[in-house]
């Protein structure tokens, strides 16, 4: 993605709580043809010997998993784009009337090679840490069902995990405005919408 280097997001810490707050991703890999297809999916972040892997599921019934598993000989690079909280920026914000409207947001671009999980006990442990990242409260229903019940929810999945090997975090949080204006833009998006409220926490939280 384009990436002036002021809009860079390099923190670790900060990527893994927007991560961690915007689980949702858009997992970008070839189909049978070789055309990109996407699937939505939540993915949660585990670290495993200084390496990145973001891990999630996806319905047996679709077909991206059977793709992306042939596939993976290759080493194919997949692409999972995290979007997090957005906003408009409006010029009255600044200083000088000579300026135009922008848009302040949060993404993070994660690429890597996939490894499919279809074990069933490596399945189950996998559910339990998006469940326990999610809501732990639930962990206990879902221990108590019915043992061919979770055999065929189970079945009906399969797990993956994506070796990041390379990663893209940016925070476009009007970085290249003076220190008064991003002090408007903050006050201004924090009397808005839920979504302009996170992009002026965002902005608190970087120290802008």
Do not use: C
Request: hydrophobic residues 45%; without cysteine.
């Amino acid at each position: 993605m384009y990436q002036p280097a002021h809009f860079r997001l390099q923190d670790d810490a900060q990527i893994r709580h927007l991560l961690a707050t915007q689980p949702l991703a858009a997992v970008i890999g070839p189909d049978a043809a070789g055309q990109a297809f996407v699937s939505h999916l939540p993915l949660t972040l585990l670290e495993e010997g200084g390496q990145w892997l973001l891990e999630g599921h996806m319905a047996r019934a679709n077909p991206h998993w059977a793709w992306l598993s042939a596939q993976m000989a290759r080493q194919t690079e997949v692409l999972a784009v995290f979007s997090g909280p957005s906003a408009y920026v409006s010029p009255r914000h600044y200083e000088h009337e000579r300026n135009v409207p922008t848009w302040n947001y949060l993404a993070v671009h994660a690429y890597g090679t996939l490894d499919l999980v279809d074990e069933a006990p490596a399945k189950d442990a996998l559910l339990k840490r998006l469940i326990q990242q999610h809501e732990p409260g639930y962990a206990a229903q879902w221990r108590g069902l019915a043992e061919d019940f979770q055999s065929r929810l189970l079945a009906a999945i399969v797990g993956f995990r994506l070796r990041v090997t390379r990663l893209e975090a940016k925070a476009k949080l009007s970085q290249n405005r003076s220190a008064l204006e991003r002090q408007r833009i903050q006050a201004g998006l924090s009397e808005g919408s839920a979504s302009e409220q996170a992009v002026a926490q965002w902005m608190q939280r970087l120290g802008l």
